[in-house]
C-alpha cells in the first residue's frame, strides 16, 4: 500500500536519508508533455532525457521529481506504454516529490493522527522506482518562509485522509508547488490521476441517481397507493350514506 514515513517537525527529525547519500540516481530532464512538444512545457530550457546538475542551480529552484510507483517492473512496463517509451509524457502512473532548499518533500498514508507529509533526500524516496525531474522555476520564498508553509501543510495534510484517488501525493505536489509560487505540476505526471476522478465522482453520481430515482418511485408507489386506499375508503362511506338515505326514504313512504 502507499505508505510513506510519518513526518514530524524538523526538529525531530522526519529525514530519510539513505545509508550512502552518494548512492542517489543522478537527476534526468524529463522528456516533454504535450505542451512542451510546441515549446510552452516546463524545462523548456533543456533536453529531453539529458542528465542535470542540480548543483548548478540556485537553491531556490523548485524540483518536482518524479518516480514510478512502487519497485515492480509491471509498473515501469504501463509508464514507458503510456509514455511511447519516453518519447512523448502523455501520462503514467506516477509518484512525486517537491524538492526546494535541498530537501524533496512527499505526501503519503499513515495509520495514525501525524501528518502526512516527509522528507527524503532527492530522488531517494525508497518505496518508489526514480524516472525524471522537471524544473519548475525558482520559488520567490526565503527558506525560513518555506519551512513556515511547510508547517502549516503539514497541518492541513493528515496521513490518515490519503486517498488513493482523491487526496494523494500528486494533489500535495500541486498545492505545494502552488504555494511556491511555481504554478501547477505538468499535466502528465497527474493526467490519470484527474482521469481518474472524473470517472470515479460520474461513477458516484450515477449511483446516486439510481438510489435517487429508486427513493422517488418508492416514494411515489406509496403516495399512489395511499391516494388510492382513501379513495376507496371515501367510496365506501359514500356508498353506505347512498344505501342508508335511500332506506329512510322507504321507511317514510
Known amino acids: 500500500r502507499p505508505a510513506v514515513c510519518a513526518a514530524k517537525p524538523p526538529e525531530e527529525n522526519n529525514y530519510l536519508w539513505p545509508e550512502d547519500p552518494a548512492s542517489a540516481p543522478v537527476a534526468r ?3 516533454r508533455g504535450l505542451s512542451g512538444i510546441i515549446g510552452r512545457g516546463r524545462g523548456a530550457g533543456h533536453a529531453p532525457c539529458e542528465l542535470l546538475d542540480t548543483s548548478a542551480l540556485p537553491p531556490s529552484s523548485v524540483l518536482v521529481n ?5 519497485d515492480m517492473e509491471i509498473m515501469q512496463d504501463i509508464n514507458r506504454f503510456s509514455t ?7 501520462g503514467g502512473i506516477y509518484h512525486a516529490g517537491v524538492e526546494v532548499f535541498g530537501n524533496e518533500w512527499g505526501y503519503g498514508c499513515t495509520e495514525d493522527d501525524e501528518t502526512g507529509i516527509c522528507a527524503v533526500q532527492p530522488r531517494c524516496n525508497c518505496q518508489h522506482t526514480y524516472r525524471a525531474t522537471v524544473v ?6 526565503g527558506e525560513k518562509e518555506v519551512e513556515e508553509v511547510l508547517a502549516r501543510l503539514q497541518e492541513e495534510w493528515p496521513g490518515a485522509e490519503y486517498h488513493l484517488i482523491h487526496n494523494n501525493c500528486l494533489d500535495f505536489a500541486n ?7 511555481v504554478g501547477r505540476i505538468p499535466g502528465w505526471i497527474d493526467r490519470f490521476g484527474r482521469t481518474g476522478k472524473a470517472v470515479d465522482k460520474m461513477t458516484q453520481r450515477a449511483a446516486s441517481g439510481v438510489q ?9 408507489s406509496g403516495e399512489i397507493g395511499h391516494t388510492l386506499r382513501n379513495i376507496s375508503t371515501e367510496v365506501e362511506e359514500v356508498g353506505r350514506w347512498t344505501l342508508e338515505s335511500a332506506q329512510r326514504e322507504v321507511r317514510d313512504l
Open 29 to 31: 530532464v524529463a522528456p
Open 66 to 70: 518524479v518516480y514510478d510507483i512502487g
Open 84 to 90: 511511447m517509451n519516453d518519447s512523448v509524457l502523455i
Open 136 to 141: 519548475m522555476g525558482n520559488t520567490s520564498l
Open 175 to 181: 498545492a505545494f508547488c502552488m504555494e511556491l509560487g
Open 212 to 220: 435517487h430515482t429508486r427513493l422517488l418511485a418508492r416514494t411515489l
